[in-house]
């Protein structure tokens, strides 16, 4: 086999190598956290503000894991009062595991939840909720098993 033929067989295997690879890449899946982040983030002082005064409250925000279900238990200071908001499951790994749920603690300040779409691993638990006009973020990692 001469040297022209070599060169040739090289380019074309580079060529096929970088198609393969373009190809690979397009059909990558790629999750944002949130499809209108821009927006989110303009708002980021109002989550600074919620952390602030989540961390003013008597008590904290704590949360136990079983099998497909999380118990939320609200701090004490929140405990019998008007409570709205959302919590928001967030799984980083797959974005169709997501799962979004009004805050509605019962009267002794916890809000349990059944995740649908469970899947063992990890999520974020997003709280923003608000009670007698000032709002409240909190966020924990959790590892489902």
């Not at 022209?4 to 059909?27: D, P």
């Not at 904290?60 to 019998?80: I, K, M």
């Not at 995740?115 to 709280?127: A, D, I, P, T, V």
Request: positive net charge; aromatic residues 14%; glycine residues 6%.
């Amino acid at each position: 086999m001469n040297w022209g033929i070599r060169i040739t067989l090289l380019y074309c295997g580079f060529v096929v190598m970088m198609l393969v690879m373009v190809f690979m890449a397009m059909h990558q899946k790629v999750d944002l956290v949130s499809v209108d982040y821009y927006e989110k983030e303009l708002l980021f002082q109002d989550k600074i503000n919620g952390m602030k005064n989540t961390l003013e409250l008597k008590g904290a925000f704590s949360s136990e894991t079983s099998a497909g279900s999380v118990t939320l238990h609200y701090p004490l200071a929140l405990t019998g009062k008007a409570v709205s908001g959302e919590i928001f499951f967030y799984r980083p790994s797959d974005s169709k595991k997501d799962e979004k749920f009004n805050a509605a603690p019962d009267n002794t300040g916890t809000q349990r939840f059944q995740l649908r779409n469970y899947k063992r691993g990890l999520y974020k638990l997003l709280c923003e909720i608000e009670a007698d006009g000032k709002k409240y973020y909190y966020e924990q990692s959790l590892q489902l098993n």
